[in-house]
C-alpha cells in the first residue's frame, strides 16, 4: 500500500546541545519538537554569520538556512514554535534580536535594503561658481551587521507576490541563499549588498502550499534552496506559561562561546570518520526524484553540508564529527520525508499518476488502446506508456493478464483491488 504518513524525526537529529534545549522546552509547549528544531537551527546558524564554512563541490557553504514550516492546517503552532526559540535567541545574542530581525518579504529592492552597502555620490567641490573638483561624499551610511533573520509568518502572500512580472524577489531570495553580493538591474535602485548572510524561516499550511509552490519558480531553483518542514501540534497544554529560561542558563552560555568561537573566519571540514561516510552516501543525494518532490528536494547534498555545519559549530567543533554528520542527515531526512507528504503523489511522476487515477475504478480491466484512448488521448508513444505501466506494476498496485485473440494475445491491466473479484 501506498503511504503519505507525517515524517517522524530521527533521534540523531536531536543529538548535541540542539536535543538539549528542545527537550528542556518541549514539556512548555504545543509546538512540535522538529519546528523548534529546525527554528533554533537556522537562527543559531544566522547569529553565527558567515565567518565558518564547509566545502561542498567546489563552493564554500555557510550556515545560512532557510525553510518552510507547513502545517495540515492553520493549527500546527508554527508560531508558537517560534516564540519558544526566539526568547532563547535573544538571551544568546540581544543585539541581533533587537536589529537584525525582519519580515514582510515583497520585493528584491526591499530585501536588499535591510543588508545594503555604505553608498557615496560624486560631490561638486565649488570655487564660488566654478566646478573646481569632484569628491566622495556618504549619501547613505548602509548596513554594517550584514545578518538578517527573515520570519515570514505569510510565506502564501509571499509567493503570489513573486507571480508579479518585474517583481524580483525570486532571484534576490535564490543570491541570498548562495551567499552571493545582491544587486538589481532596476534603473532607481540603487542598494547593493556585499556579502549577506540571510535566513528565512516562513509558515504556510499544506493546502496553500499545494495551489502555490507547483506555478512558482520550480524549475530555476528557488523552491529547493528551502528545507520543506511539517510541524502538528504535540500535545493539549491549556494552562501553558512562559518558557523557563533560568533552567537553560548552561545552554545559553554554551551558545554564546560557541558563536564567538564560530565568528573566527575559517573552514570547518569533515573529520576522517565523516568524510569515508559522507563518500560512500554522497551520490545517493546527488539524483534527483521525479516530479513535484524531485523539484523541492534538488539540493540535498549542500543542505546536509550546511545542517551538519550547524550541528558541528553549535557544539564548538573545529571540524564536522561523524556525529554531527549523522545528525545533518537524519534533519534532511526529515525534510525529505515531509516533501513527500506534502508534494508526494502515488507515484511521483505524471503518467504514472495519471493512468493509475483512471485504472483504480476499472474492475475490469483496461487494454492498452483504451490506456492510451482515455488516460492519453492518443498522445503517448508506446514507451512513455510502458513505462508508466511498469511503475504500478512494480509497486504491486497493478497487474496485467494476457487474453488470446484471433490474431497477437492482448494485454489487459488491472488495479490490484480487482486479484480477487
Not at 540523531?12 to 509547549?29: N, V
Not at 532571484?171 to 549577506?196: C, H, M, Q, V, Y
Not at 493539549?236 to 573566527?264: C, N, W, Y
Not at 491491466?413 to 486479484?419: G, I, L, Q, R, V
Request: proline share 4%.
Amino acid at each position: 500500500n501506498i503511504s503519505h504518513s507525517p515524517p517522524k524525526l530521527e533521534a540523531p537529529a536531536l543529538d548535541g546541545i540542539a536535543g538539549d534545549i528542545i527537550k528542556k522546552i518541549l514539556p512548555h509547549t504545543e509546538a512540535s519538537e522538529a519546528a523548534m528544531l529546525f527554528n533554533l537551527l537556522a537562527g543559531f546558524g544566522n547569529i553565527a554569520g558567515r565567518s565558518a564554512y564547509t566545502m561542498a563541490g567546489n563552493s564554500p557553504h555557510h550556515t545560512n538556512l532557510f525553510g518552510v514550516l507547513v502545517g495540515a492546517t492553520s493549527s500546527g503552532r508554527k508560531g508558537t514554535s517560534w516564540s519558544a526559540i526566539k526568547e532563547l535567541l535573544r538571551e544568546v545574542d540581544p543585539d541581533w534580536y533587537q536589529s537584525r530581525m525582519a519580515s514582510g518579504l515583497s520585493s528584491g529592492e526591499g530585501l536588499i535594503y535591510h543588508v545594503r552597502d555604505e553608498r557615496t555620490e560624486k560631490k561638486p567641490i565649488k570655487d564660488g561658481k566654478r566646478i573646481v573638483d569632484y569628491q566622495d561624499e556618504i549619501v547613505d551610511e548602509g548596513v554594517s551587521d550584514k545578518r538578517i533573520f527573515l520570519l515570514e509568518e505569510e510565506f502564501a502572500s509571499v509567493l503570489k507576490r513573486m507571480k508579479g512580472k518585474d517583481n524580483t524577489l525570486s532571484a534576490i531570495i535564490r543570491s541570498l541563499w548562495d551567499g552571493g553580493n545582491l544587486r538589481t538591474l532596476i534603473k532607481n535602485s540603487p542598494d547593493t549588498a556585499t556579502e549577506p548572510h540571510g535566513s528565512i524561516m516562513a509558515h504556510i499550511t499544506k493546502a496553500e502550499a499545494s495551489e502555490l509552490v507547483a506555478g512558482v519558480d520550480c524549475q530555476n531553483g528557488l523552491v529547493n534552496r528551502f528545507m520543506w518542514i511539517y510541524t502538528n501540534r504535540s500535545k493539549s497544554l491549556p494552562h501553558a506559561g512562559a518558557i523557563p529560561m533560568e533552567q537553560l542558563s548552561g545552554e545559553i552560555k554554551r551558545l554564546q562561546d560557541a558563536v564567538f568561537k564560530a565568528q573566527t573566519e575559517r573552514e570547518i571540514p569533515l573529520s576522517a570518520e565523516a568524510h569515508d561516510r559522507w563518500s560512500k552516501i554522497y551520490d545517493e543525494h546527488c539524483t534527483g526524484q521525479a516530479g513535484l518532490i524531485g523539484a523541492v528536494t534538488g539540493r540535498a547534498a549542500p543542505m546536509i553540508r550546511r545542517l551538519s555545519l550547524c550541528y558541528a559549530l553549535m557544539e564548538g567543533n573545529d571540524e564536522q564529527t561523524l556525529g554531527n554528520l549523522e545528525s545533518g542527515l537524519s534533519a534532511w531526512k526529515y525534510c525529505e520525508d515531509s516533501a513527500g507528504w506534502l508534494f508526494g503523489t502515488p507515484f511521483n511522476d505524471p503518467d504514472a499518476d495519471r493512468l493509475w487515477n483512471t485504472l483504480k475504478g476499472q474492475k475490469n480491466g483496461m487494454t492498452r488502446s483504451e490506456i492510451s484512448l482515455k488516460v492519453f488521448n492518443n498522445h503517448a508513444d508506446k514507451e512513455r506508456i510502458n513505462t508508466a505501466l511498469e511503475k504500478l506494476e512494480r509497486s504491486g498496485e497493478a497487474f496485467k493478464k494476457t487474453e488470446p485473440t484471433i490474431g497477437a494475445p492482448r494485454e489487459r491491466w488491472f488495479p490490484n483491488s480487482a486479484a480477487n473479484c
